[in-house]
């Protein structure tokens, strides 16, 4: 098929509608488990936080109690804090490792400097109010807002409430991009930070492969091709979230409405919109075909791979045309693969000593290139 020509993939067996239904919450219960004397002891923390936040904001904590407890694959515990019988109404973000703050440091400043953009509007309700920060013990910690809903990954074994659910995510992805949207010219700054910066981290990553020559010689024809296809091109920049996918999205029972957007720790301003975009499409095409990184649906679509029915419809509903077009296509999946992989590389800088992980999800992709 090529690459603008949109097919239907075959209907999802029952044993795939039972694994998506399945799959994330005992992925959840496994890492509490692995965990468990973590959790347990930011738990003991979370009184004297809640002191604080109380200290911090007037807000009254007298009878919350730890609602739920959760250990990210990023090695943060999140507590949720609730009233009895109430919803949560406060969120703690204890992270275990020095990257684990600086992310949350990034979190913060991202959501404050968005907080104060008056062009977002009502957008501001998507969006977790941070109330407090500080350290317990040698423990930092992030307390914000709680916001409503349950995570979009939730209702992907629902064909019909997962559809609502990234059509309306579509639909809020694209307000905020109008909301924050300024015309430009892609200048050497701009270029050197979309490519020059992630190909500097995935060249120091990829060092001691062992076709490190040939592996930078073809990192150098992406970025001179880059370049080319971008310098003195006028385009579309705004803010963008830079992990938009369906774990990071809330959404009501029933897909129908999203209620917010957490984790802004990859976000930045004078972005390109189809970042945030693919990232939401190749995510859940991954989880929809059970592969465990995107290194596959990379290879499809790097190789002329056509949209599905399906994700060819969410991107007209964000107006997109560039991901159809495949020469734009392209650019903008080397621009979205180069991003992803930096942020990769930075988060698990182990990766890159595990040549196995590289061979697969790196110089494989590089082939497709």
């Given at each position: ?184 010219t892609v200048d050497g700054e701009l270029l050197e930070r979309w490519v020059g910066r992630p190909l500097a981290i995935i060249r120091r990553s ?28 006028a385009v579309q920049v705004g803010w963008i979230h830079g992990d938009f996918w369906v774990s990071n999205l809330l959404v009501t029972g029933d ?29 859940t095409r991954r989880l929809m075909t059970r592969r465990p990184e995107i290194s596959e649906v990379m290879r499809e679509l790097l190789s002329g ?65």
């Open positions: 098929a090529s690459p603008g020509r949109p097919v239907i993939l075959p209907i999802r067996s029952a044993t795939n509608h039972l694994s998506l239904r399945l799959l994330p919450p005992v992925g959840s219960t496994w890492r509490r488990w692995i965990h468990r004397r973590d959790l347990a002891r930011t738990s003991e923390l979370v009184p004297a936080i809640l002191s604080m936040v109380e200290d911090q904001t007037g807000m009254p904590f007298t009878l919350a109690r730890v609602h739920r407890t959760a250990w990210t694959p990023t090695g943060v515990v999140v507590i949720s804090v609730a009233q009895p019988g109430q919803p949560p109404i406060v969120i703690l973000k204890l992270p275990q490792s020095p990257a684990g703050v600086a992310s949350l440091e990034r979190h913060a400043a991202t959501l404050t400097a968005l907080f104060a953009d008056s062009r977002l509007g009502d957008w501001h309700t998507l969006l977790p109010r941070p109330l407090a920060r500080g350290e317990i013990d040698g423990q930092f910690f992030l307390a914000e807002e709680a916001l409503p809903g349950r995570e979009a990954r939730f209702l992907l074994h629902d064909p019909a409430a997962s559809q609502r659910a990234h059509e309306c995510a579509v639909a809020g992805l694209s307000r905020l991009h109008r909301c924050t949207a300024s015309a430009i990829s060092a001691l492969l062992p076709q490190s020559t040939n592996v930078n010689r073809h990192l150098q024809e992406i970025e001179q091709h880059l370049r080319a296809e971008l310098l003195g091109r897909g129908s409405r999203l209620t917010g957007v957490v984790d802004w720790d990859r976000s930045a301003p004078n972005a390109l919109a189809a970042h945030d975009l693919l990232q939401l499409l190749i995510q791979g056509a949209w599905t029915l399906r994700e060819h419809r969410l991107i007209e509903a964000g107006n997109l045309s560039e991901l159809n077009d495949p020469d734009d296509r392209r650019v903008m999946l080397l621009l979205y693969w180069l991003r992803y992989l930096a942020n990769y590389l930075t988060q698990y800088p182990e990766r890159a000593s595990d040549q196995d992980w590289m061979a697969m999800h790196f110089e494989d992709v590089l082939h497709c290139v």
